[in-house]
């Protein structure tokens, strides 16, 4: 059983550009997490996924980014004309939920973001 | 609002210390889950433990250990007999159940464990 991949593991882009990035869940995992965690913090949540349906947006993400998750599988976080604050590591996490939250999550490598 | 406090930054010991790692949480919810990871050097966080809010025993396993406390708020983690594995940065996370929404984690700030040996 594979675990939860991200691609890139690393990007860097100079400021006002667009970034995209990719993240696979565990098959037949339902519910798919985004976190940002900058250094020395520990990960702030973004976004959340129940199948394709977008279900949670934190006040952090601004208008420059937006989560797909098109087919209830794979999702994309794309951040647009990219700032030097958003230097960051983007983590992806993956869970099967019942109902009523508190399961799981398992976590992908990461993401590391370097706006320049 | 909830919150996760994880007041030590950074812990040094040599390798066979015991080693206590505390994490202080605040929520409103009578329902809620705790949880602890591990983020090696590598970056991935590794899942430790979940543990929900109506099961107050203390958990073991293999050198780690864990110590829930409600009256307290607090859910503090023990490896016992430490290596130079052990060497990560360790986060305590809260996970509140309301209204059949999804269980988003809200993180301390984690504590830098450093295991000399």
């Known amino acids: 059983d594979t675990g939860v991949s991200q691609d890139p593991r690393h990007k860097i882009t100079k400021r006002g550009q667009n970034v995209t990035f990719r993240c696979d869940p565990i098959s037949e995992h339902n519910r798919l997490y985004w976190y940002r965690q900058t250094l020395g913090q520990g990960p702030e949540f973004l976004t959340y996924f129940q199948n394709e349906a977008q279900l949670e947006k934190s006040r952090l993400l601004s208008d420059r980014f937006s989560a797909e998750r098109p087919k209830g599988s794979f999702s994309t976080l794309e951040i647009q004309r990219t700032e030097q604050g958003d230097s960051a590591m983007y983590l992806c996490a993956s869970s099967l939920a019942p109902a009523g939250g508190g399961e799981t999550q398992y976590f992908g490598p990461g993401t590391r973001l370097l706006v320049l | 609002a909830q919150k996760v406090t994880q007041a030590q930054t950074e812990i040094s010991v040599v390798e066979k210390e015991d080693v206590t790692l505390d994490c202080v949480y605040e929520t409103r919810d009578t329902t809620y889950y705790l949880f602890w990871y591990k983020q090696p050097p590598s970056g991935e966080l590794v899942f430790l433990i979940r543990?929900?809010?109506?099961?107050?025993q203390n958990e073991i396993s293999g050198r780690y250990s864990w110590n829930f406390q409600k009256s307290t708020s607090s859910f503090n983690f023990t490896i016992t007999a430490s290596q130079v594995v052990d060497s990560a940065v360790y986060f305590c996370a809260l996970s509140e159940v309301q209204n059949n929404q999804g269980g988003k984690l809200i993180f301390g700030q984690g504590t830098e464990l450093s295991v000399k040996p």
């Open positions: 543990r929900n809010s109506f099961d107050e």
